[in-house]
């Protein structure tokens, strides 16, 4: 480098730093550290969202070679499924609210479609012997186990990010730089899924017979 461009490279460099500085110092590192996470964390909860949709063709399958099940469960669950993997799930869901809600709902549906669906199998002593609708059953409550771990990562993710997105003066930086807030999780659709389906076995009653006419 010759001595007539080192000047020219070291006020470069000073300009270069004082624009970093003040821009760390408003968040914008901890926004891109933020956006990466939560986006990571989108990611493994629609993989896990993914392997339970492709373990129920399986189960309803198993389930179907059962004489009598209740049909109405089994097709709330063929239902809700349909309904759950027609949602586009793509990373820029997260930054789309409505249709975040859309596709929080539909899953929400289904978990409650399946649950059910476990339940009433339990009235059925053949599904209750059958190997392979148990070793269905064990992998899926593995994933409703893995799927409930990756949402709440996301939600503790995207409330770190949102909290910085709103607080000053890293809210500048946000706007300058389009990071708006992310959707999260619902409490209310937290309780929803966590909430145990209700299910009754009871049988109507038979109807009694009409009473015979008096005798004159």
Request: glycine share 4%; aromatic share 8%; hydrophobic share 45%.
């Amino acid at each position: 480098m010759t001595l007539a461009r080192r000047p020219a490279r070291i006020a470069a460099l000073l300009l270069v730093t004082a624009l970093a500085a003040p821009l760390a110092g408003c968040g914008y590192n901890d926004f891109q550290r933020l956006d990466e996470q939560v986006k990571a964390g989108w990611s493994e909860v629609l993989n896990q969202y993914q392997r339970r949709a492709d373990l129920i063709p399986n189960i309803v399958a198993t389930v179907k070679g059962e004489a009598n099940f209740e049909q109405e469960t089994l097709t709330k669950v063929i239902e809700a499924r349909a309904r759950a993997t027609s949602i586009q799930a793509t990373p820029e869901l997260v930054n789309n609210p409505e249709a975040f809600a859309k596709f929080q709902a539909a899953q929400g549906e289904l978990t409650g479609a399946l649950s059910r669906l476990m339940v009433v199998s339990e009235q059925y002593p053949n599904l209750k012997a059958n190997a392979a609708f148990q070793d269905l059953r064990v992998q899926l409550e593995g994933t409703e186990n893995r799927i409930t771990v990756a949402r709440n990562r996301y939600i503790k993710t995207v409330q770190e990010y949102n909290v910085l997105a709103r607080s000053f003066p890293s809210n500048l930086t946000a706007m300058v730089f389009s990071y708006s807030v992310k959707p999260g999780f619902t409490v209310q659709n937290e309780a929803a899924i966590s909430a145990p389906p209700a299910v009754s076995f009871d049988k109507p009653a038979a109807p009694t017979a009409p009473a015979a006419p008096a005798s004159k």
